[in-house]
């Protein structure tokens, strides 16, 4: 016998209660894709663990590193807007002073941010990275890799998406197909599962372990 509560329904491959979509995940009720790209850098950096990020391991806050994951994970709770870079920046650099360099960099035009994420991970060096939807919002990625054509031009940047499905066949879950279809949004943002949107890159956080 199984019992469950009332006003739920299956139809079409969704859980529904009163003809509303009840599951929820990751990026559905906050903005928190930021936090969780710069903890995905931070882990490929060895400065955080996997057990630092989970949910019942509170944060030692008499260390640098306490402090910023108490911060960031703890705080600050649900983030419904999100986090800006700047002030994603500005704690980063306050917790972890002598551990951690950051840099945030806004090129206005989309062909130099483009190449300065190639020439970052180059540089073994993922940047954070900020995308404007065309309709509307905004969302932050790990950039891992780039793609280029025949004549050295960059035709995609490999990303790991944090709201995206995790990925089974490769380093990364989704790309960002540069096009010129679109002068004001030129740029593609293809995942599994998410679709295609069109999108702009924003500003980047470039992340480095001091040695």
């Known amino acids: 016998m199984i019992q469950t509560v009332s006003n739920i329904i299956m139809r079409g491959g969704k859980v529904l209660t009163r003809n509303t979509e009840l599951h929820r995940k990751q990026g559905d009720m906050d903005g928190a894709c930021a936090v969780y790209s710069v903890m995905m850098c931070l882990l490929r950096l060895g400065y ?3 057990e ?3 949910v019942y391991n509170l944060a030692d806050k008499r260390e640098k590193k306490g402090k910023l994951l108490y911060e960031l994970l703890e705080n600050n709770g649900l983030i419904k807007n999100g986090f800006g870079f700047v002030e994603l ?3 980063i650099e306050k917790h972890t002073r002598g ?3 950051v840099q945030r960099k806004a090129p206005r035009k989309q062909d130099t ?3 300065l994420i190639a020439d970052l991970i180059e540089e073994d060096i993922t940047p954070v990275i900020s995308v404007d939807w065309k309709l509307g919002g905004a969302h932050a990625l790990l950039a891992v890799g780039f793609e280029s054509d025949d004549e050295d031009m960059i035709t995609k940047i490999l990303c790991l998406d944090p709201g995206a ?3 089974e066949v490769s380093s990364w879950n989704c790309y960002l197909e540069v096009t010129t279809t679109d002068t004001e949004y030129p740029i593609k943002h293809v995942a599994i599962r998410t679709g295609v949107k069109y999108c702009k890159l924003g500003d980047l956080l470039i992340i480095e ?3």
């Open 209 to 211: 372990r001091i040695k």
């Open 113 to 115: 941010i483009v190449q």
């Open 89 to 91: 920046r500005k704690e």
């Open 99 to 101: 551990e951690i360099e």
């Open 165 to 167: 499905d995790s990925p």
């Open 48 to 50: 955080v663990k996997k």
């Open 52 to 54: 630092d990020l989970q």
